[in-house]
């Protein structure tokens, strides 16, 4: 990745709300509460017409032994080994730290062992007035460079922060992914979504804990391996409203809601042991209303215990729930394990390419004018309805319009009808269809 920039720093110094200013809107989780960045997360930022990728890192401890502080080190390590330039955040209302001083001490010796050109940039944040500005001269003592006073809430001082951040990149062309499909991975909490990611990815992307709920941002990740190219998006577990502990826990499921409505073919993750329950047909329920392609991966496949057809009565059962829009392809597999990791992979794409195929009007006319004479609509007050032709909308999911006399007479049995038709002759498998009728 290019033109990269990383904020780094001690718990609650300011580095969501920095973030958020930079990329335009509130994609970062802020709370007054510390350590509420847990994952590192990306945004695109500008500054004078240059474009570069900003990555948001939670709180780095250290000598802490909480889980989550110790794989919060890891990702911010992670962040620093991506980024071109690395803002170190320091907070001037608390003053010079002993965890500055250590993270300005981590910063150094990651800069002598990475090969990687590097830029730090000292960064004093919460200097509101000049009597703040006149106080952050104290980080001085951290020996890393010039004091670059800003308000990240008010915006003071970022302007000239980001003219010495643009200087600092090299003269390169910025990857744009924008073209690329985006694969979301949802499902409840502590199902095994973050598990899956960093191993399609093969590394420690995320943060993973036996903890649910560990997850609270949406993160993207770009994959290129194996001639495919795509985003991935890790998301926290969605809950029931009336489950939600905190105002974190509310966005963090906006998040996940976003994350589906932006995707182009969710990967819905089923616990197992636990089966498709209440909350797992309302997230399917919401990638089918937002016409998502859909594959549902029953993950911990390796805990259930296995007789004759097991998966077979367990697809069928899936199916149930997911009526009416049963065309979905399951796939049981083990993150734990890593059974079956690749397929996932494969029938995403699979989904992805059926969400955006285009049928000819001949083909249409072929497959579907016999079925259509065989099994005629029901007539309306004796009135005869007749289909004449029909035809695929051009649009990201498939849409057919069907032209006939009386349109509005057409019941939704009839509809669902032609539907499975269409799915049976053109494999549609995961993908969502609307059908219209229209008045030649």
């Known amino acids: 990745m290019s033109n990269t920039v990383a904020i780094v720093g001690r718990p609650n110094v300011g580095k969501s709300t920095f973030f958020n200013r930079l990329v335009g809107t509130r994609k970062a989780i802020v709370d007054e509460v510390s350590g509420v960045t847990r994952d ?144 979301a991975i949802v499902g409840r909490p502590n199902a095994g979504k973050s598990s899956l990611l960093n191993l399609l990815l093969g590394e420690e992307r995320t943060i993973v804990t036996p903890v649910a709920g560990t997850t609270r941002d949406s993160i993207h990740t770009h994959y290129k391996k194996y001639n495919r190219e795509f985003l991935l998006v890790d998301t926290a577990g969605i809950r029931k409203k009336r489950k939600f502990e905190d105002d974190v826990e509310f966005y963090s499921n906006l998040r996940a809601i976003r994350a589906i409505e932006e995707s182009d073919v969710v990967l819905l993750m ?26 549902i991966l029953v993950n911990k496949w390796d805990l259930i215990e296995k007789k004759t057809e097991t998966a077979k009565a367990y697809a069928k059962h899936v199916h149930e729930k997911c009526a009416p829009f049963k065309d979905v392809p399951v796939l049981f597999i083990s993150a734990l394990e890593k059974q079956r990791i690749m397929q996932v992979v494969e029938a995403a794409e699979k989904v992805y390419l059926k969400r955006k195929r285009r049928i000819s009007d001949e083909d249409l006319d072929k497959a579907m004018i016999p079925v259509i004479e065989a099994h005629q609509p029901s007539s309306e007050k004796g009135k005869m309805i007749e289909i004449y032709k029909m035809a695929q909308i051009p649009a990201n999911t498939p849409i057919f319009v069907f032209y006939c006399n009386l349109p509005k007479a057409i019941n939704e049995s009839y509809s669902r009808f032609l539907e499975n038709k269409l799915r049976e002759k053109f494999d549609f498998c995961g993908a969502p269809m609307q059908i219209y009728f229209r008045k030649k």
Do not use: C
């Not at 889980?67 to 170190?88: G, P, S, T, W, Y």
């Not at 990475?114 to 830029?119: P, Q, T």
């Not at 670059?148 to 062309?173: C, H, P, Q, Y």
């Not at 399917?284 to 998502?292: D, G, Q, T, V």
């Open 40 to 183: 590192r997360h990306y945004g695109k930022a500008e500054w004078t017409g240059t474009e570069f990728s900003v990555i948001d890192t939670g709180g780095y401890v250290i000598g802490s032994t909480d889980v989550f502080e110790k794989e919060i080190r890891r990702q911010v390590e992670i962040a620093m080994q991506e980024a071109d330039v690395i803002l170190f955040m320091v907070d001037v209302a608390v003053g010079l730290t002993a965890d500055d001083e250590r993270v300005a001490k981590l910063l150094r010796t990651s800069i002598m062992k990475d090969s990687k050109e590097k830029k730090i940039i000292l960064v004093a944040n919460k200097a509101d007035t000049h009597e703040r500005e006149n106080q952050s001269g104290v980080f001085y003592k951290l020996g890393m460079g010039d004091v670059n006073s800003i308000s990240s809430m008010s915006g003071r001082g970022t302007g000239e922060l980001l003219e010495k951040v643009v200087a600092s990149f090299e003269d390169k062309k910025e990857d744009d992914f924008s073209h690329l499909p985006k694969y």
């Open 270 to 295: 089923l616990d197992a042991q636990r089966g498709m329950e209440a909350q797992d047909v309302n997230i399917f329920r919401l990638a089918e209303r937002n016409k998502k392609g859909v594959v």
